[in-house]
């Protein structure tokens, strides 16, 4: 069995090229007067280059207010803290809702992993959904999709923590300063400082914020864990699409290396690609993954390589993290399937 994922290819996205795209889709045509569809974007942190800007959104609400239906922006906090001015704010009425930490559900489930996942309450209010991701590697699970945005993005901050802390980073002993820099930027303080700094785990959020300020690269992402917070992610995302109408949309435009500052470097790895739909999450991400191993790869200055077609970019970031693990355990959970036709649009 195949899912169908759609592909626009250009080397400029613009709002118009979105909206063309998912006027494709049966998610748009059988949208019903009065829905309410949420469309999850970024609007806090909008410095950060990572994610999709909101500025791209104002042609998809017109597309789906001609339908008759009501459109919202919405998006979670993060766990690492995020200062008032970067967030985005619209001077038409376009409505924005930053989804509230408070309003969540404990659901119980019987899966590999976990037995109970935390839930926003309000993104159940919503009819339907639309996923816009900017598709690229992640420094910890490999690749940022469509799985991983409505895993991890779409929750309350608390479901967020839960997540990360199955890979909570560590220190090594070899390179550990003691300069109290991690201490001192630590949200929650619980890294203490003796010979060499120590994190208490049982306060830990594992927001890796550590890891971006330590000056010799001591403090590490914990990649021999990515299996349990993939399995947690895919187990968490089955709870929250359940019985939910989604269309998920990729984003392959300046796809860089690292925008995490993990000491990777953020060079482009491949040249700009297009845009890919579909309703199926697993295929989607997996499409997109495979386009980009397909292209030819720009040289990195940090890795003194450059990638030929058919090789595998994220591997050759991260060699420790199998970026085709998260797929493969999303489409065990039946969250879509890794088998896929591709339609040029």
């Known amino acids: 069995m195949t899912s169908k994922v759609y592909i626009t290819k250009t080397d400029k996205i613009t709002p118009v090229k979105i909206k063309e795209i998912l006027k494709k889709s049966q998610f748009i045509k059988q949208l019903k007067p009065d829905e309410k569809i949420a469309i999850k974007t970024n ?40 200062e008032n001015d970067t967030q985005y704010h619209y001077s038409n009425n376009i409505k924005q809702k930053i989804i509230d930490d408070s309003k969540y559900m404990d659901i119980e489930i019987d899966s590999k992993l976990l037995k109970k996942v935390i839930k926003s309450s309000e993104v159940d209010e919503y009819d339907k959904l639309i996923i816009l991701t900017k598709f690229k590697p992640h420094y910890l699970i490999g690749l940022e999709g469509a799985i991983k945005t409505t895993g991890v993005d779409l929750n309350v901050k608390s479901g967020k923590i839960e997540l990360y802390k199955q890979a909570a980073p560590f220190i090594s002993k070899i390179g550990c300063l003691a300069c109290k ?8 303080k619980t890294i203490t400082i003796n010979s060499i700094a120590e994190i208490n785990y049982a306060g830990c959020i594992a927001c890796n914020y550590c890891i971006r300020v330590c000056p010799t690269d001591a403090i590490k992402p914990n990649r021999i864990k990515t299996d349990l917070l993939n399995q947690a992610i895919a187990e968490y995302m089955k709870t929250i699409t359940q019985n939910k109408d989604i269309i ?20 482009k790895i491949v040249d700009d690609i297009g845009i890919l739909m579909s309703q ?10 495979d386009i980009i191993n397909q292209k030819p790869g ?5 890795l003194k390589t450059n990638y030929l077609p058919g090789e595998d970019k994220i591997a050759g970031l991260w060699r420790t993290i199998d970026a085709q693990q998260q797929l493969n355990i999303a489409e ?7 088998q896929y036709e591709l339609i040029h649009i």
């Open 298 to 302: 720009n040289k990195s200055p940090e």
């Open 43 to 82: 609007l806090l942190d909008v410095e950060n280059k990572g994610f999709v800007s909101p500025k791209y959104m104002d042609k998809i609400i017109k597309l789906i207010e001609s339908k008759n239906a009501k459109a919202e922006l919405i998006d979670t906090n993060h766990i690492y803290h995020v």
């Open 280 to 289: 199926d999450p697993v295929a989607l991400d997996q499409a997109s993954y």
């Open 332 to 338: 065990e959970e039946k969250l879509g399937t890794t």
């Open 248 to 267: 998920y949309i990729n984003i392959l435009n300046d796809i860089r290396a690292d925008y995490e500052h993990t000491q990777i470097g953020n060079h």
């Open 181 to 188: 820099l991690c201490a001192q930027e630590c949200p929650t």
